[in-house]
């Protein structure tokens, strides 16, 4: 399994004066999760991801209903996981890091796999585009209802 540390931007700070109003960060976190998570899978259904439209693949498989989508088993094993400090995105087919970093495969690793990031998160850590603002949002959703009530 590989690890991405991201590179929240403004996220993180938010995060730390949310945490100093209320207890409970994991209703906070799974809500996080779950918005990574389904930026994921429109990931996957636009064909495209952090660095813009996928390569197209050079010989499509017959039964293929996308780029990367012949079984859907990519797509079907992206998931979130959360507990009270993290909140993540994750993937565990034993090819999903080939598929979001590039890299050679096949007999005698001949063949090259362009990158296809679905993840929603770039080669340097920081998150697609549109990513911290709606994490942003949602953690300041919070930080309002705890100032709030």
């Known amino acids: ?17 949310l ?12 809500e996080l999760a779950v918005a990574m998570e389904k ?3 429109e990931n ?5 991801g952090p660095l813009g439209q996928w390569p197209a693949v050079k010989k499509p498989h017959k039964d293929a209903i996308g780029i990367l989508r012949v079984t859907q088993m990519l797509m079907d094993n992206t998931a979130s996981a ?5 909140a993540m995105v994750t993937n565990n087919r034993r ?33 697609q585009d549109g990513m911290e603002e709606k ?3 949602i953690v300041n959703d919070y930080l309002a209802q705890a100032v709030d009530g």
């Open 1 to 17: 399994m590989i690890e991405i540390k991201v590179d929240a931007g403004e996220v993180q700070p938010a995060l730390q004066r």
């Open 19 to 30: 945490s100093g109003k209320i207890k409970n960060m994991a209703p906070v976190m799974q």
């Open 39 to 41: 930026q994921a899978l």
């Open 44 to 48: 996957f259904r636009a064909e495209s």
């Open 82 to 86: 959360f507990d009270s400090f993290t």
């Open 95 to 127: 090819y999903a890091a080939l598929q979001q970093l590039g890299g050679k495969a096949g007999r005698g690793r001949r063949s090259v796999i362009p990158p296809r990031p679905f993840l929603p998160v770039k080669p340097d850590g920081t998150l």
């Open 135 to 137: 994490l942003l949002g």
